[in-house]
């Protein structure tokens, strides 16, 4: 194994211990791991490698969520049937852009994960709460426009999809949080498609990213429970570590401008 390759099984690493040990928005770091540390030269390879890696390792945490009753199912799968066609599109468009202009928009969506992270967030909501013809166009409507940027710039979208179901169905966080992660994984396989019909995506790269990333959200499972009182700390740290990659890729990006 060279050098690279261990690269991207740490950076996978740190990705799937981020997302353990908090939550969410661990993801947002793919794209930057591969591009900065593994060394993919593409952007857009690197977005493509990493919606595959994304998605996977995303239905791999929705089952334990299923298996704790966290998930809406009918929401979830309206939701991600929206999205899925959003991402399809936001994924085409998201190729035809040019790398110098399509990383430092990626750097402000790093910089809006960063504030949402940075916000309190409530539980309350209806734990109850069904799909129905009242909450059923408003679900639909912000799955779609979500699954677009989702697939725009090739992430897991988790940190817009979370409040987009929670304004769009009245459920609680814990469930959309749950939930979530089924539209995650939707949207990152139908970006990761998209990207792959035209080959930019590399298997073997994604392959160590999520063998890594599995292995990390292993040992930040085992964490969690030690370092729950420090779960506040550990997300303002995550949140400063996103600025400073976003700020990092502007400063590439204006540089080599």
């Given at each position: ?227 729950a009182r420090y779960k506040g700390a550990l997300t303002r740290l995550f949140a400063g570590v996103t600025f400073v990659v976003a700020a990092y890729m502007l400063w590439r990006s204006f540089g080599a401008a």
């Amino acid at each position: 194994m060279n050098l690279p390759d261990i690269l991207a099984v740490l950076s996978g690493g740190a990705v799937g211990l981020v997302l353990a040990l908090i939550g969410g928005g661990g993801s947002i770091l793919a794209t930057p791991a591969l591009l900065y540390v593994v060394g993919v030269a593409n952007p857009h390879v690197a977005i493509g490698t990493s919606a595959m890696a994304v998605s996977v390792n995303a239905f791999a945490n929705l089952i334990a969520h299923a298996r704790r009753g966290n998930v809406k199912w009918p929401c979830a799968a309206a939701f991600a049937v929206a999205g899925v066609i959003g991402a399809s599109f936001g994924a085409a468009i998201g190729k035809r852009v040019e790398g110098g202009v399509l990383l430092p928009l990626f750097a402000l969506v790093m910089i809006a994960v960063g504030v949402s992270m940075l916000r309190k967030r409530s539980d309350e909501g209806d734990p109850e709460v069904r799909l129905s013809w009242q909450n059923a166009p408003k679900i639909l409507a912000a799955g779609l426009v979500v699954g677009a940027l989702s697939g725009f710039f090739g992430i897991g979208g988790g940190f817009l999809i979370v409040p987009g179901l929670i304004a769009s169905s009245g459920m609680t966080m814990l469930h959309a949080v749950g939930s979530s992660l089924f539209s995650v994984g939707a949207f990152g396989a139908t970006t990761a498609a998209s990207y792959a019909l035209d080959g930019l995506v590399d298997w073997r790269v994604a392959g160590l990213f999520v063998a890594g990333g599995v292995a990390g959200g292993l040992i930040g499972t085992a964490l969690s429970s030690r370092l729950a009182r420090y779960k506040g700390a550990l997300t303002r740290l995550f949140a400063g570590v996103t600025f400073v990659v976003a700020a990092y890729m502007l400063w590439r990006s204006f540089g080599a401008a």
